[in-house]
Nanobody
Framework: QVQLVESGGGLVQAGGSLRLSCAAS????????MGWYRQAPGKQRELVAV???????NYADSVKGRFTISRDNAKNTVYLQMNSLKPEDTAVYYC??????????????WGPGTRVTVSS
C-alpha cells in the first residue's frame, strides 16, 4: 500500500500564494501520472492539474496562468504552486498518484486532502 502525505494548505488572502506538496511512500513502485483535484463542500471533485512522467501538463481552465504543477521524481513528490488565489479556489485539495508495481499492476491512490481557504 502506498501512502500519500499532503502539506501546504492553509488560509490565505485573495491574491496570495500557496504551494502544496504530496509525497508518496511505501512499497517498491514507480509512478506514472500525478495530479491534483479539489472539492468544495457542495460540489463534485474536479480536476485541477495533472503532470505526466515526461513532464507534460494539463490544467483546468479556471486555474490556467495561475497554478503550476511540477514533480520531483527522485522524491516521489508532486507540487502545486498556486498564485493569484481567488475565493473560488477555496476547497479541499487532493493529490492523486498512479502507481505501477513490479508485477505490472497499476493503482490510483488518493491523498487525505489538505484544505485551502482563500478569504476576500
Amino acid at each position: 500500500q502506498v501512502q500519500l502525505v499532503e502539506s501546504g494548505g492553509g488560509l490565505v488572502q485573495a491574491g496570495g500564494s500557496l504551494r502544496l506538496s504530496c509525497a508518496a511512500s511505501g512499497s517498491t513502485f514507480s509512478i506514472n501520472v500525478m495530479g491534483w483535484y479539489r472539492q468544495a463542500p457542495g460540489k463534485q471533485r474536479e480536476l485541477v492539474a495533472v503532470i505526466g512522467s515526461g513532464g507534460s501538463t494539463n490544467y483546468a481552465d479556471s486555474v490556467k496562468g495561475r497554478f503550476t504543477i511540477s514533480r520531483d521524481n527522485a522524491k516521489n513528490t508532486v507540487y502545486l504552486q498556486m498564485n493569484s488565489l481567488k475565493p473560488e479556489d477555496t476547497a479541499v485539495y487532493y493529490c492523486n498518484v498512479d502507481v505501477i508495481y513490479g508485477s505490472g499492476h497499476q493503482y490510483a491512490y488518493w491523498g487525505p486532502g489538505t484544505r485551502v481557504t482563500v478569504s476576500s
